[in-house]
C-alpha cells in the first residue's frame, strides 16, 4: 500500500506556471502507474495525466497537452506535475492517484486504487 500526499497549489495569474509534487511513503513507488487528475466545483473529475512506473511512457488529456509535463522520481517517491500557460479553467483540486494493476496509463479515475488528499490550483484572470 502507498499513501500519496500532495503538495505545491497555490494561487498564480494566467499565464503563470505551477510544479505540482505528490509525495509517496512505502517502497512499492516504483512499481505504481500514476496519474493526474483534477475536479472543479461543481464539475466531474477530469483525468490530466498518467505515467508508466519508469517514467518511460507517459499519456495526456488533449487540453493539457503541450501546456503540463508529468514526471516522476523513483529515487525520491516523488511525482510531478509541471504546468504552464496556466487558464482560468485550470482552476481546481489537483489529485495524484497511483495502482500497481497490469493495465497501465488509464485515464478513469476508478482505476487508481491509492489517492492523495488533493492541492487547490487557483489561476486567475
Known amino acids: 500500500q502507498v499513501q500519496l500526499v500532495e503538495s505545491g497549489g497555490g494561487l498564480v495569474q494566467a499565464g503563470g506556471s505551477l510544479r505540482l509534487s505528490c509525495a509517496a511513503s512505502?517502497?512499492?513507488?516504483?512499481?505504481?502507474?500514476m496519474g493526474w487528475f483534477r475536479q472543479a466545483p461543481e464539475k466531474e473529475r477530469e483525468f490530466v495525466a498518467a505515467i508508466n512506473w519508469n517514467g518511460g511512457s507517459t499519456r495526456y488529456a488533449f487540453s493539457m497537452k503541450g501546456r503540463f509535463t508529468i514526471s516522476r522520481d523513483n529515487a525520491k517517491n516523488t511525482l510531478y506535475l509541471q504546468m504552464n500557460s496556466l487558464k482560468p479553467e485550470d482552476t481546481a483540486v489537483y489529485y495524484c492517484?497511483?495502482?500497481?494493476?497490469?493495465?497501465?496509463?488509464?485515464?478513469?479515475?476508478?482505476?487508481?486504487?491509492?489517492w492523495g488528499q488533493g492541492t487547490q490550483v487557483t489561476v486567475s484572470s
Open positions: 492517484a497511483g495502482h500497481s494493476k497490469a493495465y497501465g496509463m488509464q485515464d478513469r479515475g476508478e482505476m487508481y486504487s491509492y
Open positions: 512505502g517502497r512499492t513507488f516504483s512499481s505504481y502507474t
